[in-house]
């Protein structure tokens, strides 16, 4: 897949003097909530307003969404407000329907972008659709899965394109909803970086005090912009109402996030940022040197369990270690969670190279 500039016209063409604010209530509820949402948004850095009008819920018999009479009522907010509208759409019919009112900008959710083959049928339907389409990520962490369904838009004509990054699904999410894992985010702005990049904080966070510092996450990686669910009365929202804000939070928080210019060419910032840059240049090569180092005593080990007939895997020493690097770990400053990864990908790999010893 190549993506061009050509394919991010639908942004630069709105000429943002700051990053793009999509925001919202999760469920479109009734036309008074919309309404009333919509005109308080008016009056913020929001440019598209949002509302969910078909809601995948992961159980049936909880509110599945308004359906099509709450397209009628995003109609009215483009008229009354002169904000852009998007909705999500999980299938061809709603692809359908939204297209006949007319909204403007559609995105396609985390539990369809899992399904190839119902991303197919939704980019077969918006054939010859002169429209931006955004995926968000897919719940799992593949970003081959995700820049496949973006792939499929491109596929079948569709040219004005744009990611959601909403995190992912994990066992153990620690304080987020959805995880972020920003790793995969930086990776994809690494191969595309003309692709809009948009971040769902709401989605990520699940509770309204962390909105800011993973949107600030967000700015400090160049993102292009947010989707913030808001609502006049989270409280009482029908879904998602821990993750929601008020039209003036969001206000608030566009305000306190601080946009980073993307470089700096002022001369002593650059000097200081090389030398630093040299700096973490040798100790990178230290890790690798270190890393082999400690791959190589694990290959002796491995051969001397393999001449025993011992296990590889030796559960309480490697419970101990873990302990022991993140009690070390959290004395130098460096997190659980941090210390947690690199340990148990450097334990996979090691036992790895020992189930190779022959
Ligand atoms: C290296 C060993 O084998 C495995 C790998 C470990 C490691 O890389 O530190 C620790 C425990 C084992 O699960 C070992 O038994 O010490």
């Known amino acids: 897949m190549e993506i061009k500039k050509e394919n991010r016209r639908w942004l630069d063409a709105m000429n943002l003097a700051h990053p793009i604010v999509i925001a919202g209530p999760c469920?479109?509820?009734?036309?008074?909530?919309?309404?009333?949402?919509?005109?308080?948004?008016?009056d913020t850095d929001t440019n598209v307003f949002r509302a969910g009008i078909w809601k995948p819920r992961t159980r049936p018999g909880g509110f599945e969404g308004v359906g099509e009479k709450g397209l009628p009522w995003l109609q009215k907010v483009k008229e009354e407000t002169g904000m852009l509208v998007t909705t999500e759409v999980g299938n061809t019919d709603h692809v359908e329907k939204a297209l006949k009112h007319d909204i403007d900008i559609l995105w396609i959710g985390a539990r369809t972008t899992v399904n190839p083959f119902a991303v197919q049928e939704i980019a077969d339907s918006?054939?010859?659709?002169?429209?931006?389409?955004?995926v968000k990520n897919p719940v799992n962490p593949d970003l081959p899965l995700w820049l496949g369904g973006v792939e499929r838009l491109q596929s079948a004509g569709i040219s004005q394109l744009g990611v959601i990054h909403r995190g992912f699904s994990a066992y153990n999410t620690m304080h987020y909803r959805n995880k972020p894992k920003w790793h995969i985010a930086i990776e994809l702005k690494k191969e595309f970086p003309d692709l809009p990049l948009i971040l769902d904080p709401s989605h990520i966070c699940g509770r309204r005090d962390t909105i800011l510092d993973v949107s600030q996450t967000a700015l400090d990686l160049n993102y292009d912009g947010f989707m913030i669910e808001t609502h006049i009365d989270p409280d009482n929202a029908w879904s998602d109402a821990k993750q929601q804000i008020t039209p003036a939070q969001l206000n608030q928080i566009t305000q306190d996030l601080r946009i980073r210019q993307k470089n700096s060419t002022a001369e002593e910032f650059q000097r200081k940022l090389n030398m630093h840059r040299k700096e973490l240049d040798l100790i990178d090569s230290n890790i690798i040197d270190i890393l082999s180092d400690r791959m190589g005593i694990a290959k002796a080990i491995g051969k001397l369990k393999h001449d025993e007939n011992v296990a590889i895997l030796q559960s309480g020493r490697w419970a101990d270690i873990l302990n022991k690097m993140v009690e070390d770990g959290q004395s130098k400053g460096l997190s659980k969670e941090f210390i947690e990864e690199i340990f148990k990908a450097i334990h996979v790999e090691s036992i790895n190279i020992q189930h190779n010893v022959k």
């Open 27 to 42: 469920s479109a509820e009734t036309e008074e909530q919309v309404l009333k949402t919509a005109h308080l948004l008016k």
């Open 126 to 134: 918006l054939k010859g659709v002169d429209k931006p389409v955004l």
